[in-house]
């Protein structure tokens, strides 16, 4: 009986780490007014973080179908995070420069 409830344990921690260990972080990289890339595929429950690399000019990440309000803007130097929990192309653009425009395209692990 103790053996089996080691075992489950163990089962249950490589599951544990082995999730933790996926959940990956994808950087975005904001210069000259362009995200790169500007689109992304990540898996479910990854974070994605936009860095602004500018000198000195401000940005936001604004996924307009997920939020009505505008984001506030970071500047250079800055990150802005966001963890995706649900599957599907999400759509974004800057704010002040709305030719500014990027997507993630969030997948499930079992499709790679
Ligand atoms: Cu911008």
Known sequence: MKRVVVSCFLLGLIAFTSTAVLA??????????KYTPNEVTIELGDTVIW????????HNVWFKQLQKEEPDYFFPDETYKRRFD???????????????????????????
């Not at 990956?24 to 007014?33: L, R």
């Open 51 to 58: 860095k602004n690399i500018e000198k000195r000019q401000y």
């Open 86 to 112: 649900s599957l599907g192309e999400f759509s974004y653009e800057c704010g002040p420069h709305p030719k500014m425009k990027g997507k993630v395209t969030v997948i499930s692990p079992e499709y790679l």
């Open 24 to 33: 990956k972080e994808v950087i975005v990289e904001i210069y000259k007014k």
